[in-house]
């Protein structure tokens, strides 16, 4: 069985759970396969510590926490110093570029991407929608989902009304994150 | 000011594409010759001398300095409708955007004009206004449905406050639309708070 495990990190107030369920809604409504989502919060939701935990599999997922993710996403510094140490050799690291600086913890053979999401979402308009730019550099970047399975997920999971801004800002996400794979590859 | 997302493609009701755009200062030219070819009573409902071009001037530097956004309709190299939004940049009501809609008299019923106000609502929401106002004489029918339709509801009438080209006095209209629940709604959802905390 082919099995991805996504962590997303973040601030409350970020829209990191909602990532986290676009991708899952993405992979398991549109795109045919299997995803759970299992979401923790610090002790107040606004401003702590936030992280989902996304598996994606071809089948059905027995266990749905993730150790040492595949990918992981992280907009705040918090969530790169906590959980880049625990991602799998080898795996993925998309991170905000803006607040995140790298360091040497990251384990072996580690590939990591940035995006300036916070940046682009200020210019669409709405620094709200950073999660959604971060959603379209993950699908940009991986290749996991397809592109229009994420899209649907993102103009079905957002409020009426806000939808034209937020698939903006996914596309621009993911264009930026098809410019940067291409890139390293 | 860039505004993301232009030019717009939009259709009129028998499905011809129209361009919509931001107003670019080279667009000056034909925006004058748009307005002054409009009818004398279009004219006289709006709050500016449009065929002055010292309005124009001052209108492309407002445009110039973000305080006003305005969108144009082309078709056949022609503008054949504006759009704009006027915004208090500081003060107490720098939540609120005026829009004001102009469409030439050969395309009205086709839609552009409900098309090109959807466009300018969409990116009044994205600049973070949340509440919309226009101002409408009362037997503009047209244009009290076309706003209607896109969410706008009055909200207090001047009477005798207009004076139309026969003298004769109308009332005003002051409708709004508060969209500030979509983003509120957006927040929310992002706020990240616990479904098992409720």
């Given at each position: 069985m082919h099995k991805t495990e996504i962590r997303v990190g973040g601030l409350g107030g970020q829209g990191v759970i909602l990532c986290g369920m676009i991708i899952g809604k993405a992979a398991s409504i549109f795109d045919g396969k299997h995803a759970t989502l299992i979401q923790a919060f610090g002790p107040e939701a606004r401003g702590s510590a936030c992280s989902a935990q996304v598996t994606v599999a071809d089948e059905a997922i027995g266990y749905p926490y993730v150790k040492n993710p595949d990918i992981l996403i992280v907009m705040s510094p918090d969530a790169y110093t906590q959980f880049?140490?625990?991602l799998a050799p080898g795996g993925m690291l998309l991170y905000e570029s803006d607040l995140i600086t790298l360091d040497d913890k990251l384990p072996k053979g580690v590939r990591a991407f940035g995006v300036p999401a916070t940046r682009f979402a200020e210019e669409l308009g709405r620094r709200l929608v950073l999660n959604i730019v971060m959603t379209g550099f993950f699908a940009g970047v991986t290749g996991l989902l397809s592109y229009e399975s994420v899209e649907k997920a993102v103009k079905t999971s957002v409020p009426k009304g806000t939808e034209d801004l937020n698939l903006r800002a996914?596309?621009?996400?993911?264009?930026?994150?098809?410019?940067?794979?291409?890139?390293?590859? | 000011m860039k505004l993301e997302g232009f030019p717009q493609t939009v259709f009129l009701r028998d499905g011809t594409p129209v361009a919509v755009r931001p107003l670019a200062a080279a667009d000056a030219k034909a925006l004058l010759e748009f307005y002054r070819s409009l009818p004398e009573e279009d004219r006289l409902y709006l709050k500016d001398d449009v065929t002055d071009a010292g309005w124009l001037q001052r209108f492309v530097a407002?445009?110039?300095?973000?305080?006003?956004?305005?969108?144009?309709?082309?078709?056949?190299g022609k503008v054949v409708a504006e759009a704009t939004l006027y915004r208090a940049l500081r003060g107490w009501s720098m939540h609120v955007g005026e829009i004001r809609i102009s469409v030439a008299p050969a395309l009205r019923?086709?839609?552009?004009?409900t098309s090109i106000a959807r466009e300018l609502v969409k990116v009044a929401t994205r600049l973070g206004v949340e509440k919309m106002v226009i101002e409408v004489v009362e037997n503009?029918?047209?244009a009290r449905r076309m706003f209607r339709k896109l969410g706008f509801r009055q909200e207090a009438v001047l009477r005798s406050h207009?004076?139309?080209?026969?003298?004769?006095?109308?009332?005003l209209i002051l409708a709004s639309t508060d969209v500030s629940h979509i983003w509120d709604a957006m927040e929310a959802l992002v706020a990240d708070f616990s479904p098992s905390a409720e």
């Open positions: 880049a140490p625990q996914f596309h621009k996400g993911y264009e930026y994150g098809r410019e940067q794979s291409a890139g390293k590859n | 407002l445009v110039g300095s973000g305080e006003v956004v305005s969108l144009i309709a082309e078709r056949a019923r086709d839609g552009l004009g503009q029918v047209g207009v004076k139309d080209i026969n003298g004769t006095k109308r009332n």
